[in-house]
């Protein structure tokens, strides 16, 4: 089961159709995912953002963070809002000419693997899961989640029929009982769990040191070329981080409305996400070093692994925190 690293490399070409140095783009293009209820959502449905920035924001949805690193190398994104980690990680050790400017959010307990429940199979005899067949979305945090926990429980991840799967084929498939474990997130792993029981627990993840946060990524052509707006965005979305934390009974219902849910559905997703704004983003466990190592931490896991051919010796040139740096 070798990662398909589908990051199409075309960095020439897009930064030769960018704009000239300083000339403001007519609009910025920003990835996001729907149903992940997320507290920038405010200043996204409000418009806080198109305010600020003094333009068009376009807000893109898509499915996986590896299919918003293909459309940032491509030149069709300028920012991801909430790219996983892992496909962050292994696009750029990729070569893809992005970087990481801030955490977008931290998610223990709202990314999982969860066993269907006509399955006579846990912790305790996860080897069970060899022969059988698993979905998990490729590339994604859950992927490496799914990976480090089989792999701590001596499960052999090459006798299992491991499907590359998107997060809502794979809800589709647990429930007719095709799959003896999926592994996803938001929607379809709260829906999957009405249908069986966690492998690990997000407790019992942490333990191991599996962390699982998204992150804010940028274009290198954007930060280069528009490092104003790229900080004015950012000090937008902490302004919406407060105004979720000072006055959520007004934030909760506009957010669910952005992520295509209900406000009991994006309300129990909220619960379970930790949001940071400044004064975190730059401390030693996150921008100022944390997220560097766990990058290298998870590439060097997957070289381990077989799933990739060399991890970077040093991810440090991948997360800029300067421009967060900047927020007033």
Same mark, same amino acid.
């Given at each position: ?52 920035? %003094? ?9 996986? %963070? ?68 698993? =979905? ?57 769990? %009405? ?64 992520? =295509? ?55 440090? %040139? ?11």
């Amino acid at each position: 089961m070798k990662l398909i690293l589908a990051f199409v490399l075309t960095s020439v070409s897009v930064v030769a159709a960018a704009p000239a140095a300083g000339a403001d783009p007519e609009k910025v293009n920003v990835a996001y995912f729907q149903e992940w209820p997320t507290a920038n959502q405010v200043a996204q449905a409000e418009k806080w953002y198109d305010e600020e920035l %003094g333009m068009e924001i376009e807000w893109r949805p898509f499915d996986t %963070g590896v299919a918003m690193a293909d459309a940032m190398v491509a030149g069709e994104i300028d920012i991801s809002y909430s790219m996983g980690v892992v496909p962050f990680a292994l696009a750029v050790t990729a070569g893809a000419p992005i970087k990481t400017v801030g955490v977008a959010v931290s998610y223990a307990e709202n990314d999982n693997c969860v066993i269907y429940k006509k399955e006579a199979i846990d912790r305790a005899n996860a080897h069970e899961l060899e022969g059988r067949k698993v =979905g998990v979305p490729f590339n994604t945090v859950t992927h490496y989640k799914m990976l480090r926990s089989l792999v701590f429980l001596g499960v052999d991840v090459s006798k299992i029929d491991v499907v590359d799967m998107s997060p809502h084929d794979i809800d589709d498939a647990f429930i007719r009982g095709e799959l003896a474990m999926g592994c996803s997130w938001g929607g379809p792993l709260r829906r999957m769990k %009405g249908h069986g029981w966690e492998l690990l627990s997000a407790y019992e993840q942490d333990r191991l040191g599996i962390r699982a946060f998204d992150v804010i990524a940028v274009t290198d052509d954007f930060a280069v070329k528009h490092p104003e707006l790229l900080v004015k965005f950012l000090a937008v979305t902490d302004r919406a981080t407060e105004y979720l934390e000072d006055e959520p009974q007004n934030a909760k219902p506009i957010i669910a409305t952005a992520a =295509g849910l209900s406000l009991k559905e994006s309300n129990i997703v909220l619960s379970l996400f930790d949001f940071y704004t400044r004064g975190d983003q730059l401390t030693a466990r996150w921008l100022g070093g944390g997220v560097q190592v766990f990058l290298k931490e998870v590439a060097d896991f997957f070289q381990q692994q077989g799933e990739i051919e060399r991890a970077l010796d040093d991810y440090s %040139g991948t997360v800029d925190s300067s421009f967060y740096a900047q927020v007033k």
